[in-house]
C-alpha cells in the first residue's frame, strides 16, 4: 500500500475498529476456547468481537496454526486487517542454540548473527511476523532470574549483538517472507531491579542511564528495530509503560524512533498496581500519553480507549497516529498483499532441525563454554575406556533454557547420547546421585555415585540449576548448588580426582568452595539443542574452548552489585585484593573482586600476547589511532581468542571506570602461529557522559590495554588534544 492508502485506510475506520488495532490477544483464547466468552483476570469479553477487531495476537504454535488464525481474523473483519503474529523466539524457533548470556561469552557478533539468521528462517517458516527480540537489558545482579536473556554485564556486547540480531532477522527489506520484524526489549533499566528481584523498582541517576542502560537499546533502535517494549518497572517513580520523558521525549524525540511501541504481557493493567493509575481506565488514559501503541493481552485498550477519546480526554490525533504505526509496519512487512507472509508447512519441515542448523547450534555451544578451571584433566585422552557420568544433569534432557519453544527437549542431544555418538567403544556408568531442586533432601544414592567415580578411569560430574530456576519470575536469593549437590561434589571428586565438574545454568553461580576442588571446570550454561554433541567434543578435545565470561562470577551473593567498570572511590583498596585493608573500600571478610571476572576464559591452548603498539601518540577529535596488538598461539593446538581492548580515564570531570571495554575481536590461530590484531580508537570511544548529562569527550591522556577484567597488560598511553 502506498502512505496515500493508509491514510484512506485510517479514514475509513470507526474509533472502535482504530481502538482494536492497538489490541493483542493471546492466540490461546481463540484456539483453546473456540470462541468462548474470555478474558483475563476472569473478565468475560465477547471472543467473537476480539477476532473481528484485534490487530495482533502472540504465542501460537506453528505455519498451520498461524494461517488459521489470519482466515479466522479476515473472514471476521469488514477491513480485511490482517493480523500481525508475534512470538517470542529468543535463542532458536525449534532448533535451539545457546542462551543470550552463553552467546555473550562468544565475543563473536558474526557467529551471533549466523544463529539469528537460523532462528529467522524457522521463524518466518512457523508464520512469525514479529519476535520479541533482542533483549539487550544490562544486568549486573545473577539474582535477577532474567539475566540469562542479555548477553553481557556489558552494554559494549550488548549494543553490538543486539544491532547484529536485528540487521539479520529483519534484513533489508521486511516484505521479504523470509524476514522478521524485531522488538528490542525491555526499555529502560529493566535488569537494575532493587534486590534482584524481578519487577522491581528501579532508582537511577539520568548519568547512570545515558551512560550504562541506553547504549544497547539505542544502538537497535540506530539499526533500524521495528518495535520497542517498555519495561514492566518503575523508573525513577514513573512505570516505563507511561514514562512520558523515557518514550516521548528520549525515544521518540532524541533517538528519531518511529515504529510501534508495545506494552509488556499486562503493563497497561498493572499501572493499577503500581498505585499511579485509579483504575484501568487511568492506566489506558496514562499509556496513551506516554505514546504506547499496543496494549499486550489486557484488553484495558479495548474495555476503555473508545471512551476516553470520545469524550476527548485521549485526543483522536493520538488514537490516528498509534494505528497508523501499527498499519505501516504491517504494510512493510508486505501482509496486505500476503497476509500469511513466509508460513509454509513444507518450509518448516526442510528448516526445522536440519542438519545446517544443528552444526551452527553445535558450533555456538561449544564456543560459548567457558573453561573456568583446568589442572591438566582436559581433555581426555582417547585411552580413557571407562567413564562416570555422575549427577542430576547426567541424562537431563531440559538443557535449553527458558524461552525455549514448548517440547524442545525432546530433540535435545543428552550427554551420553553425545558421548555414545563420538566414542561409541567408551563404557559410561551413569548415577544420578542427587536432585538439583532446593527440596531434595535424598542422598540415599550418592554412596553408589562414588562407588562408580571409583572404578572409573575418569569421571564427567554434571551439576547446576533446574532449567526452570533461571527466566523470568525466578530471582534467587542464594546462588549456591541447589540440593545436595555440594555434597555429592565433593565425596565424588574426593573419590576420583580425575574428575571435570561440567555445569549448566542460566545465571552466574557462587563456584567458590567447587572451584576450590575441582581439578576441571566447564560452564557450559544452558547449551541447547546440540548440547551432548557439543559438551562430547569439548571434554575429549575435539572442539577447543574459547568462551570468556560475559558477566563474572561471584565469590558471595553479597558482593552484587559487582560491575567490572567500577570506580575507584576516594578510598580505593591498594592490592593485594585477598586483605582486607582498614578504611578503604573493601570488605572485612573477602576479596572486593569476583571469583572469575568479566573476560576471563581459559584454552587448551596458551595464547602469548607479545605486543600492543599505536601508530601514533596523540589524536585531535576527528583523528584515530590504530592499535595493533600481536598474539601467539605458544600451545599445541588450534584455538580462538577473543582479544580484548580496554580503556582507562585517568583524569575527568566525573569519575570515570577503572577499566572499560571499547572493542573486543575473535581470532583463530594454528599451533605456532601469530597474529596481529589492528583496532582503530576514535573520538567516540572516549566519550562520557559529563555532570550536565551530555556525552562529550574531554582532552587529556588515556590509557589502552588488552587482557581482561582485572587483569590488563601491555599498556599504552595517548593523547586527546583540543
Known amino acids: 500500500m502506498t502512505d496515500h492508502e493508509l ?39 465477547p471472543a467473537e468481537e476480539l477476532c473481528r477487531v484485534m490487530g495482533s495476537l502472540l504465542t501460537f504454535e506453528d505455519a498451520r496454526q498461524a494461517r488459521e488464525l ?140 545515558r551512560e550504562t542502560y541506553f547504549p544497547a537499546y539505542k544502538a537497535c533502535v540506530d539499526a533500524g528495530v521495528r518495535l520497542v517494549m517498555p519495561s514492566f518497572n518503575s523508573l525513577n517513580g514513573i512505570p516505563s509503560v507511561a514514562n512520558k520523558w523515557l518514550m516521548n521525549q528520549v525515544l521518540r524525540e532524541e533517538w528519531g524512533f518511529d515504529g510501534v511501541v508495545i506494552s509488556d504481557y499486562n503493563a497497561v493493567g498493572e499501572l493499577v498496581s503500581h498505585g499511579v493509575a485509579s483504575d484501568l481506565r487511568d492506566a489506558v488514559r496514562m499509556s496513551m500519553e506516554a505514546g504506547c501503541d499496543i496494549d499486550m493481552v489486557r484488553n484495558a485498550y479495548y474495555l476503555h480507549l473508545a471512551d476516553l477519546v470520545r469524550e476527548g480526554t485521549v485526543p483522536e490525533e493520538a488514537l490516528n497516529e498509534a494505528v497508523l504505526r ?56 582417547r585411552d580413557v575406556k571407562r567413564i562416570a557420568l555422575i549427577g542430576p544433569f547426567a541424562e537431563e ?55 562408580a567415580a571409583r572404578k572409573a578411569d575418569a569421571v564427567i560430574l554434571a551439576v547446576g540449576e533446574p532449567e526452570n530456576y533461571s527466566g523470568e519470575g525466578r530471582s534467587r536469593a542464594e546462588l549456591s548448588l541447589p540440593g545436595p549437590q555440594m555434597e ?101 571478610d573477602m576479596p572486593n573482586l569476583p571469583l572469575y571476572s568479566f573476560g576471563y576464559g581459559l584454552s587448551y591452548t596458551d595464547f602469548i600476547y607479545e605486543s600492543l603498539t599505536m601508530d601514533q601518540k596523540s589524536m585531535n577529535r576527528d583523528g584515530e589511532i590504530r ?15 577473543a582479544v580484548q581492548l580496554y580503556l582507562q580515564d585517568p583524569v575527568a570531570s566525573v569519575v570515570r571506570p ?5 572493542d573486543y575481536r575473535k581470532v583463530a590461530l594454528k599451533p605456532g602461529e601469530r597474529a596481529e590484531v ?12 559529563n555532570a550536565e548529562c551530555r556525552e562529550v569527550s574531554e582532552p587529556g591522556e588515556f590509557r589502552i590495554s588488552a587482557g581482561y577484567a582485572d587483569h590488563l597488560i601491555l599498556t599504552q598511553s595517548f593523547e586527546l588534544k583540543e
Not at 539469528?116 to 544490562?138: I, L, Q, W, Y
Not at 521486511?174 to 537494575?192: D, M, P
Not at 514448548?406 to 559410561?428: F, S
Not at 566447564?522 to 570468556?548: D, F, I, S
Open 326 to 381: 501499527v498499519l505501516n509496519l504491517k504494510n512493510e512487512l508486505g501482509l496486505f498483499e500476503n497476509p500469511y507472509h513466509g508460513a509454509d508447512e513444507e518450509a518448516e519441515k526442510q528448516l526445522y532441525l536440519c542438519r545446517e542448523h544443528r552444526e551452527i547450534a553445535r558450533r555456538a555451544a561449544e564456543e560459548s563454554a567457558v573453561l573456568l578451571k583446568n589442572e591438566g584433566i582436559l581433555p581426555f585422552s
Open 678 to 689: 589492528e583496532f582503530v580508537i576514535t573520538e567516540k570511544q572516549l566519550r562520557l557522559v
Open 397 to 451: 534432557k531440559r538443557l535449553n533454557g527458558f524461552w525455549s519453544r514448548p517440547g524442545a527437549e525432546q530433540y535435545t542431544v543428552t550427554i551420553p547420547e553425545g558421548i555414545r555418538a563420538l566414542l561409541p567403544e567408551v563404557r559410561l556408568d551413569i548415577e544420578r546421585g542427587c536432585g538439583a531442586c532446593f527440596e531434595d533432601t535424598d542422598r540415599s544414592r550418592i554412596d553408589a555415585a562414588v562407588e
Open 7 to 45: 491514510q484512506e485506510l485510517l479514514g475509513r475506520l470507526t474509533i472502535e475498529e482504530k481502538v482494536g488495532q492497538l489490541v493483542q490477544c493471546n492466540a490461546s483464547q481463540f484456539i483453546r476456547n473456540n470462541l468462548e466468552m474470555t478474558g483475563p483476570d476472569g473478565e468475560l469479553l
Open 70 to 209: 489470519q482466515d479466522m481474523h479476515l473472514a471476521a473483519d469488514p477491513n480485511k486487517i490482517p493480523l500481525l503474529l508475534m512470538l517470542d523466539v529468543i535463542h532458536g524457533l525449534r532448533t535451539t542454540y545457546p542462551i543470550p548470556l552463553a552467546m555473550g561469552c562468544t565475543f563473536d557478533d558474526e557467529l551471533l548473527a549466523e544463529c539469528a539468521d537460523m532462528a529467522r528462517k524457522e521463524s518466518s517458516a512457523c508464520g512469525v511476523h514479529v519476535t520479541f527480540n533482542p533483549m539487550v537489558d544490562t544486568a549486573r545482579d545473577a539474582r535477577w532470574g532474567r539475566i540469562l536473556e542479555t548477553n553481557s554485564e556489558e552494554p559494549l556486547i550488548n549494543s553490538r549483538m543486539g544491532a547484529a540480531l536485528v540487521r539479520v532477522t529483519q534484513g533489508q527489506d521486511l516484505s521479504r517472507k523470509e524476514n522478521v520484524a524485531c522488538c528490542v526489549k525491555h526499555y529502560a533499566a529493566y535488569g537494575a531491579g532493587e534486590a534482584g528481584r524481578d519487577y522491581n523498582t528501579v532508582e537511577l541517576s539520568e548519568r547512570t542511564l
Open 488 to 588: 555429592l561434589a565433593r565425596r565424588v571428586i574426593a573419590a576420583n580426582p580425575h574428575t571435570a565438574v561440567v555445569l549448566f545454568n542460566g545465571r552466574p553461580l557462587v563456584l567458590t568452595e567447587l572451584s576450590d576442588i575441582a581439578p576441571a571446570l566447564l560452564e557450559m550454561w544452558y547449551p541447547g539443542t546440540e548440547g551432548g554433541n557439543a559438551l562430547a567434543r569439548l571434554l575429549w578435545g575435539e572442539a577447543n574452548p574459547c568462551g570468556k565470561l560475559s558477566a563474572g562470577l561471584p565469590r558471595s551473593v553479597g558482593q552484587y552489585p559487582m560491575p567490572y567498570n567500577r570506580t575507584n572511590t576516594g578510598r580505593p583498596k591498594p592490592p593485594p585484593d585477598s586483605r582486607s585493608v582498614p578504611f578503604t573500600s573493601c570488605y572485612l
Open 658 to 662: 577503572v577499566q572499560q571495554l571499547i
Open 627 to 641: 592499535v595493533t596488538v600481536t598474539l601467539r598461539n605458544a600451545g599445541q593446538r588450534a584455538g580462538k581468542e
